[in-house]
């Protein structure tokens, strides 16, 4: 179910927002062991109950498809059978896409991981999207760098600038030099999660939309660093929303917003939308309709909606 917007007027299309993504269907999902030791949102899961967790991550990503696709958003779903990929399900880490016909490729940290890119994935956009070029990093993993996608950064599309925790996941190097490929300022920085351990994955602390942006400030311990990524936050008149690091727990900054048929969409889980007080709510709901996606076997693996979503910012083809 969707929860409308509040007095929301159409907007014009952004650069923030894709119209579609690209998710993959598990069908042997299980929490990934080899991403456990930096990953504290993750949870382990018993080797009794492996069928049982496919089983129902399967039926979570069906779901999800269909409610995503009802609010008018384009899903090109892949398929996943083998058990080597255990988190095939974050599409987001191994692939990016941007306007002008710009694919980037991921180099990852796990190495059970990099086995997730897939060449019927980059096919399918070369087929169906019109795709300039496709610059891969993946072939810098032998000497240790490493630069996760859109978990690693989080891209503001309209002001042009790369957000980044430094992680074992994020090179400061490779950074520096997708930021010169592809037109973006990047802004590091340290941020930990309650218990003051390094928080992995960017994405699961804040989220950029159009009309606002949701951030847990308080991950970010340096207060000149906080302060200015909440100013440039702030540009372009977003509202910008604070989340606790209770929130951030229940995965509320891994949120993704989308151009749904009606106006933009703001994808994120059950677990996340219940974390928001009311006050929260009413000023999402200012900007963006809210579709909760109840996913909670998915998110033993230490991420939510925003890691399950790729979205696709390439022009479709003309058909005939």
Not at 103 to 108: E, R, S
Request: hydrophobic share 40%.
């Amino acid at each position: 179910m969707i929860l409308p917007a509040q007095g929301k007027a159409m907007p014009q299309p952004s650069p923030q927002t894709p119209c579609a993504v690209v998710m993959i269907r598990p069908h042997r999902f299980t929490p990934n062991a080899q991403t456990a030791l930096d990953n504290s949102f993750q949870s382990p899961a018993a080797a009794a109950e492996a069928d049982a967790i496919a089983l129902r991550a399967h039926a979570e990503v069906t779901r999800a498809v269909g409610q995503l696709r009802q609010a008018g958003i384009t899903v090109r779903l892949f398929e996943d059978e083998t058990a080597d990929t255990p988190d095939s399900v974050f599409p987001n880490n191994w692939f990016s896409t941007h306007p002008g016909g710009h694919v980037a490729v991921y180099p990852m940290y796990a190495p059970n991981r990099r086995a997730e890119r897939r060449a019927d994935v980059l096919e399918m956009l070369k087929s169906h999207y019109r795709v300039q070029d496709i610059i891969d990093y993946s072939g810098l993993e032998p000497d240790g760098l490493f630069l996760e996608g859109t978990g690693a950064m989080v891209l503001d599309h309209v002001e042009r600038v790369a957000y980044a925790a430094r992680s074992r996941r994020t090179s400061e190097i490779l950074l520096e030099r997708f930021c010169t490929h592809f037109n973006y300022e990047p802004v590091v920085f340290d941020a930990v999660d309650a218990a003051g351990a390094a928080i992995y994955h960017t994405n699961v602390l804040m989220c950029i939309g159009t009309g606002f942006a949701m951030i847990g400030l308080d991950t970010i311990r340096n207060t000149a660093r906080r302060g200015e990524i909440a100013g440039r936050l702030r540009a372009g008149e977003r509202d910008l929303i604070e989340l606790t690091h209770a929130q951030i727990g229940e995965f509320a900054g891994n949120a993704i917003e989308l151009a749904g048929q009606s106006g933009p969409v703001l994808a994120l889980s059950a677990r996340a939308l219940a974390s928001l007080d009311a006050a929260q709510r009413t000023r999402l709901e200012r900007r963006a309709d809210l579709l909760p996606l109840d996913i909670p076997t998915i998110e033993l693996a230490g991420g939510s909606v925003r890691c399950m979503l790729a979205g696709l910012h390439l022009s479709p083809r003309q058909t005939h």
